[in-house]
């Protein structure tokens, strides 16, 4: 999970970078102003939020992971999410 959320945040700054819109420090920023210019049907911001809360937390709270919300997201498969995002983004860059 915490590869893919890594992908999506550096696809959106890229994606962002090309369709000219403002940069964004945060990961969480760069994703959401990416959502909100180009909507993804099933992907919502507050879901990629979460998934970047997520990653924070694997890297930096390691010891206090919820272990719970962490199977719901692999049983659900909620983390294809992210696969998604990335997908579109992809097909953005390569576009001329």
């Known amino acids: 999970m915490q590869i893919l959320v890594e ?3 550096g696809a959106a700054k890229h994606t962002n ?3 000219k819109l403002p ?3 945060d990961a ?3 994703i959401i102003q990416l959502l909100e210019n180009q909507p993804i049907v099933d992907v ?3 879901e990629m ?3 970047v809360d997520m990653r924070n937390a694997i890297v930096h709270d ?3 992971l919820d272990w719970e919300l962490i199977q719901e997201v692999i049983s659900a498969g909620k983390y294809l999410k992210l696969e998604q995002f990335v997908r579109h983004c992809c097909q ?3 576009r001329d």
Do not use: F, P, V, W
Request: charged share 25%.
């Open 28 to 30: 969480a920023s760069s």
């Open 44 to 46: 919502t911001a507050k």
């Open 62 to 64: 390691y010891l206090n």
């Open 92 to 94: 953005l860059l390569l």
């Open 49 to 51: 939020k979460g998934a």
């Open 17 to 19: 970078r090309k369709l």
């Open 7 to 9: 992908a999506a945040i």
């Open 23 to 25: 940069e964004r420090t």
